[in-house]
Structure formats: structure tokens, C-alpha cells
């Protein structure tokens, strides 16, 4: 009798542990109650620059730009049994954590006679909103994702520039400056100290940051990967002597950084994607122009959270998903293919998956693909990686601040990132998608692509030299207009040397059409009514006179 009573304990206990499980899922609300009032006052959701950045690429704001409502929030965060983990007001949605039961209670909340609640997605995809669920639990000793090599060597980081003949770039002072990147990685410990980013720390180049794992704005913490993925394109350790061996040069050493820790390197779940969101969205509010991440996600320490390579289709997951809206507000993202080429599973990994997104694969110091690079195609057939760069021996700067070699895409990436910058820095008025489409038809494959590979080694030289024979390269000093072409609004930029100017449109024939002052509180002219056609804008200011051409369309 007494065995029998045990053996129903013992089966019992298991089943309560069953139900106490918590899970993680996103909740989706049906609207933004507030939308009327934000869209009348936009610097409330996005500062000046990233307002800016919409108007040069002519990127209306809209419903996903509206914050998440807040009594939404507060609904959700009184909810017995949850806790809300992150939110994203581009998908409306809450990463929250919970028993399976008081997730799906979450459907039955209202306020003002209304659910809130459009629809929940676990991140384990056997859960339905039901309660039921046919996963067994089984938990995997976390691994370290992010391997740093130990064979340190000494040396310079030019050959994994000169691959990409970004050089040429530096050498007509595209260098970054003027460019803001967003890092999002594990964490940047020391970055603050390390002789290699006393330049960028001296200089102000480093914005700022935000902690997301830890809820906490000290970002000089975490795991040091960051600093090594930085590194590839912030790093700056110069002598004057020419042949000097121990000299480091980033891609981009004069750009202007924001650092984001979105990765907990000791656990793996689906909160990092959602805290990703989270960074990617508080970089288009601050009005950054390149998001670089060195991370992707496709298993997690739950086995039952793991992505199907059926999900990699830029459309599933929830970081993938985010990136994709991320590319719309105007930003351009860079992100790592992953290092799983030798692995039973070699295919890329989320983000890398999204269309938008300029995916990295790695290659050698003389251009042969490594074996750990991710390759694909994507599960819905498209070229994965886009392209590559050296990310096998590749140079970068350890937590130590020595120069060192390391392996991954996790540098091949980041290195890609500060020359795609360098390149948008020099033809603004390109959008992203411009800009990625370039990158993509400069690299050596671009005919012929593969699966390892993508469309290969890009070329900034080939792009550079084409747009400055057929694009107007821009000068600081000189002013500017876009988007060009244009269907109704041009807008004007304004040298730091002037502040208003007199703008005249004529025909190719000749016809004086308009004449407008432009100043900075009013930087734009309306041809809306112009037929489509050719025009120029003669411009008249205390720097000099300037014609430049209109492609009405």
C-alpha cells in the first residue's frame, strides 16, 4: 500500500511540474488607440534626424510607428501569472512569459467593453492558444555561441579592406563620418578604456547605449564579442611609421556608434529576438542609418522553441519579421550568416533569412568561402548569403585590446557594415535599398551566385568609380537635393557656411518656371504640378552658384 501511494506521487509531481511550465509568446493587440494624437506630433515617437531620414527617402510615417498602447500594457502587466518580458510597437505586440493557462487568459481581457487582444503565438509552435501542447521538456546544457580564436598574431587589417577595394573609399574621405551605426551583440566590457577606441571615445563618436538583457543603460559590460565585432570597424591603433606591423584601421573609423546588448550569452531563448526588436526600434527612433548584428537565432536552449529550416523564409520568426519593418523605416542592416556550414544544420540563421537584409557569409584571405560559413538558399528558394568578406583569420581586437585573428561571420559581417556605411556616406541621396542593390551587383558572382557564397565579393571601387562618373558625389560644403528623382517634393541640405538660399527652376529649354527662397525652417519646393520631364535648379547662395538636374517623374 505504502509503494502504490509513492508511485502515485511520484507520477503526479511530474504532471504539476508539467503545468507549471512557463512558456514564452508574443500577444498582438487589435489597435493604438492613440493613433490621431501621435501622428500630430511626431518628435513624440522619433527624434529630428530619424524625421529627417523619412523625409529624404520619402518614407511616410504610419500605424507602426505609434507606441504600444499603454493601458494596454499595464492590462497585460496586471494579468495574474505574467510577466511581460519586452514589447514592439512595430509588430504591437508584448514578448510575455507565463503558464500556458494564463497566457490564454490574456484573450478575455477588456477595456472599455473591447478585447485587446488581436491573437498570442507561442514561441513553441506545438502550443495552441487551446492549452495543449505535445512537447516533451528537455533542457541542453547552453553552449557559447560566441568563440573567440586564441592563436593570437600581430598584423594589419588591410587585406581585409583591400578584398573589398574599400580603400578607395578612404581615400576620398568616405571614411563614416557623418554616419550613425547601431551595434547590437552581447556586450562591449572595457570599451570605454581600450587604447584601440580611445579615438572614437575621445571624439564622441560613441552616442551612446542600452544594456536590453539587464534593463540597464550601461553598455561597457557583457560579453566581450561585441567589442571584438566593433572592433572590425571602429578599431584605430596608427603610427606614422610606414611599415609598422602592430596597425589596426576599422572599415568605417570616423562613423558614430550606438551599442545595444540584446544577446544573453549564458542562456539562449526567444526574448533575445524580441529585445533585438526592441534595439532596432530605439535605433530608428534616434535616426541611425546602419544596424550591424553579429547573432542569429534558430535553436534555443528549449529544444521546442527551435526554428525548422522550413522557417527561414524571412517571413516566421520574430526577429526576421522585425528586421524586415526596420528596413522600411530607411535604415540599411548588415547582418552575419552564421557559422554553421560544417554543422548537420548549415543553413542560415534569423535574421540573415530576411529579404531586406544584406546577409554575410565568410571567406579566407585569399577569397575561398570558409567551411563554417551558413549557405542556403532560404527555404522559399532565394540567394543566401547576399555576399561575403573575410571572415576566416580574420583581424580583429580581443578583450584584451591586442590585435588578433579570429573566425566567423561574426567579423565578416561588421567589416561589410563599415564599408556599406563609407559608400552611403558618399551618395546619400541612394536609398538602402539602392545601396544594397549595388553592393550585391559589384561582387564577382553576381552572374553566376551560389549557394555558398551568394553574388561573392563585392567591389567598392567598381561602385564608387560608376556613381562618380554618373551620380553627383557629395561635398559638405556643398548643397544638395533629394530624392532625385522626385514625383512632387524636393528637399534641400544645408552646409554648415549658409543658412537660406534662392532656388530657380528652368526647362531644358530655358524657361524660368519657379523661384523660391529655401531656409532651414522651410527646406523643401513643391513641382508637383511640373510635367514630367528634365529640369534644372539653379541655386544662388553666399557659397557659390550651383545647377544641379531634376528627374521629374
Given at each position: 500500500?505504502?509503494?502504490?501511494?509513492?508511485?502515485?506521487?511520484?507520477?503526479?509531481?511530474?504532471?504539476?511540474?508539467?503545468?507549471?511550465?512557463?512558456?514564452?509568446?508574443?500577444?498582438?493587440?487589435?489597435?493604438?488607440?492613440?493613433?490621431?494624437?501621435?501622428?500630430?506630433?511626431?518628435?513624440?515617437?522619433?527624434?529630428?534626424?530619424?524625421?529627417?531620414?523619412?523625409?529624404?527617402?520619402?518614407?511616410?510615417?504610419?500605424?507602426?510607428?505609434?507606441?504600444?498602447?499603454?493601458?494596454?500594457?499595464?492590462?497585460?502587466?496586471?494579468?495574474?501569472?505574467?510577466?511581460?518580458?519586452?514589447?514592439?510597437?512595430?509588430?504591437?505586440?508584448?514578448?510575455?512569459?507565463?503558464?500556458?493557462?494564463?497566457?490564454?487568459?490574456?484573450?478575455?481581457?477588456?477595456?472599455?467593453?473591447?478585447?485587446?487582444?488581436?491573437?498570442i503565438e507561442f514561441a513553441d509552435k506545438t502550443i495552441h492558444v487551446s492549452g495543449k501542447s505535445s512537447k516533451e521538456f528537455i533542457k541542453r546544457k547552453p553552449e557559447n555561441k560566441l568563440k573567440l580564436a586564441t592563436n593570437f598574431n600581430y598584423g594589419q587589417a588591410a587585406n581585409q579592406i583591400q578584398m573589398l577595394k574599400g580603400e578607395v573609399l578612404h581615400q576620398n574621405n568616405f571614411t563614416g563620418e557623418g554616419m550613425q551605426i547601431a551595434v547590437i551583440d552581447a556586450g562591449f566590457p572595457n570599451v570605454k578604456s581600450l587604447p584601440?577606441?580611445?579615438?572614437?571615445?575621445?571624439?564622441?563618436?560613441?552616442?551612446?547605449?542600452?544594456?536590453?538583457?539587464?534593463?540597464?543603460?550601461?553598455?561597457?559590460?557583457?560579453?566581450?564579442?561585441?567589442?571584438?565585432?566593433?572592433?572590425?570597424?571602429?578599431?584605430?591603433?596608427?603610427?606614422?611609421?610606414?611599415?609598422?606591423?602592430?596597425?589596426?584601421?576599422?572599415?568605417?573609423?570616423?562613423?558614430?556608434?550606438?551599442?545595444?546588448?540584446?544577446?544573453?550569452?549564458?542562456?539562449?531563448?526567444?526574448?533575445?529576438?524580441?529585445?533585438?526588436?526592441?534595439?532596432?526600434?530605439?535605433?530608428?527612433?534616434?535616426?541611425?542609418?546602419?544596424?550591424?548584428?553579429?547573432?542569429?537565432?534558430?535553436?534555443?536552449?528549449?529544444?521546442?522553441?527551435?526554428?525548422?529550416?522550413?522557417?527561414?523564409?524571412?517571413?516566421?520568426?520574430?526577429?526576421?519579421?522585425?528586421?524586415?519593418?526596420?528596413?522600411?523605416?530607411?535604415?540599411?542592416?548588415?547582418?552575419?550568416?552564421?557559422?554553421?556550414?560544417?554543422?548537420?544544420?548549415?543553413?542560415?540563421?534569423?535574421?540573415?533569412?530576411?529579404?531586406?537584409?544584406?546577409?554575410?557569409?565568410?571567406?579566407?584571405?585569399?577569397?575561398?568561402?570558409?567551411?563554417?560559413?551558413?549557405?542556403?538558399?532560404?527555404?522559399?528558394?532565394?540567394?543566401?548569403?547576399?555576399?561575403?568578406?573575410?571572415?576566416?583569420?580574420?583581424?580583429?581586437?580581443?578583450?584584451?585590446?591586442?590585435?588578433?585573428?579570429?573566425?566567423?561571420?561574426?567579423?565578416?559581417?561588421?567589416?561589410?557594415?563599415?564599408?556599406?556605411?563609407?559608400?552611403?556616406?558618399?551618395?546619400?541621396?541612394?536609398?538602402?535599398?539602392?545601396?544594397?542593390?549595388?553592393?550585391?551587383?559589384?561582387?564577382?558572382?553576381?552572374?553566376?551566385?551560389?549557394?555558398?557564397?551568394?553574388?561573392?565579393?563585392?567591389?567598392?571601387?567598381?561602385?564608387?568609380?560608376?556613381?562618380?562618373?554618373?551620380?553627383?558625389?557629395?561635398?559638405?560644403?556643398?548643397?544638395?537635393?533629394?530624392?532625385?528623382?522626385?514625383?512632387?517634393?524636393?528637399?534641400?541640405?544645408?552646409?554648415?557656411t549658409t543658412s537660406n538660399f534662392e532656388v530657380s527652376i528652368y526647362s531644358t529649354l530655358g524657361q524660368l518656371i519657379l523661384v523660391k527662397g529655401v531656409t532651414i525652417t522651410d527646406p523643401k519646393m513643391d513641382i508637383s504640378f511640373l510635367p514630367a520631364g528634365i529640369y534644372f535648379a539653379q541655386i544662388q547662395s553666399n557659397l557659390e552658384e550651383q545647377v544641379l538636374k531634376i528627374l521629374k517623374q
Open positions: 500500500m505504502v509503494k502504490s501511494k509513492l508511485l502515485l506521487f511520484l507520477l503526479i509531481i511530474p504532471m504539476s511540474i508539467l503545468m507549471a511550465q512557463e512558456e514564452d509568446a508574443w500577444v498582438y493587440f487589435k489597435d493604438k488607440p492613440n493613433e490621431n494624437s501621435y501622428m500630430e506630433a511626431p518628435l513624440t515617437m522619433l527624434t529630428q534626424r530619424a524625421l529627417d531620414r523619412r523625409i529624404r527617402y520619402n518614407i511616410p510615417l504610419d500605424f507602426k510607428d505609434i507606441p504600444v498602447e499603454a493601458s494596454y500594457i499595464s492590462a497585460i502587466e496586471n494579468a495574474n501569472g505574467i510577466s511581460v518580458m519586452a514589447k514592439s510597437k512595430w509588430l504591437n505586440a508584448l514578448h510575455v512569459r507565463g503558464t500556458v493557462s494564463a497566457i490564454d487568459a490574456l484573450n478575455t481581457i477588456q477595456i472599455n467593453g473591447g478585447n485587446i487582444v488581436a491573437s584601440a577606441f580611445q579615438r572614437i571615445v575621445n571624439n564622441g563618436q560613441i552616442l551612446g547605449g542600452y544594456d536590453y538583457v539587464n534593463r540597464n543603460p550601461e553598455y561597457n559590460t557583457g560579453n566581450s564579442h561585441g567589442v571584438s565585432v566593433l572592433s572590425t570597424i571602429a578599431g584605430y591603433i596608427y603610427s606614422d611609421d610606414e611599415i609598422a606591423t602592430n596597425d589596426f584601421v576599422g572599415t568605417a573609423p570616423d562613423a558614430s556608434f550606438y551599442l545595444f546588448i540584446t544577446e544573453d550569452s549564458n542562456n539562449e531563448t526567444p526574448l533575445e529576438e524580441s529585445l533585438w526588436v526592441e534595439a532596432a526600434e530605439e535605433a530608428d527612433r534616434l535616426g541611425v542609418d546602419v544596424i550591424n548584428t553579429s547573432l542569429g537565432y534558430y535553436e534555443f536552449d528549449d529544444t521546442s522553441y527551435n526554428y525548422s529550416y522550413s522557417d527561414m523564409n524571412g517571413q516566421t520568426a520574430f526577429i526576421s519579421r522585425g528586421a524586415e519593418i526596420a528596413f522600411s523605416r530607411g535604415m540599411l542592416l548588415v547582418n552575419s550568416a552564421g557559422n554553421e556550414g560544417n554543422n548537420a544544420w548549415h543553413y542560415i540563421i534569423a535574421p540573415a533569412d530576411a529579404p531586406a537584409v544584406l546577409s554575410i557569409g565568410a571567406v579566407d584571405k585569399d577569397r575561398f568561402i570558409a567551411n563554417f560559413s551558413s549557405y542556403g538558399p532560404t527555404s522559399d528558394g532565394r540567394i543566401k548569403p547576399d555576399v561575403c568578406a573575410e571572415g576566416a583569420g580574420v583581424y580583429i581586437i580581443n578583450s584584451a585590446g591586442t590585435i588578433a585573428t579570429s573566425n566567423g561571420t561574426s567579423f565578416s559581417g561588421p567589416v561589410m557594415a563599415g564599408m556599406v556605411t563609407c559608400l552611403w556616406q558618399a551618395f546619400p541621396h541612394k536609398t538602402n535599398a539602392e545601396i544594397t542593390q549595388l553592393v550585391r551587383e559589384s561582387a564577382h558572382l553576381f552572374a553566376n551566385p551560389t549557394n555558398q557564397e551568394g553574388y561573392g565579393i563585392p567591389n567598392f571601387e567598381t561602385i564608387y568609380n560608376t556613381l562618380a562618373i554618373t551620380e553627383e558625389v557629395i561635398d559638405e560644403e556643398t548643397i544638395r537635393l533629394y530624392p532625385n528623382p522626385t514625383t512632387e517634393m524636393i528637399y534641400f541640405s544645408f552646409p554648415n
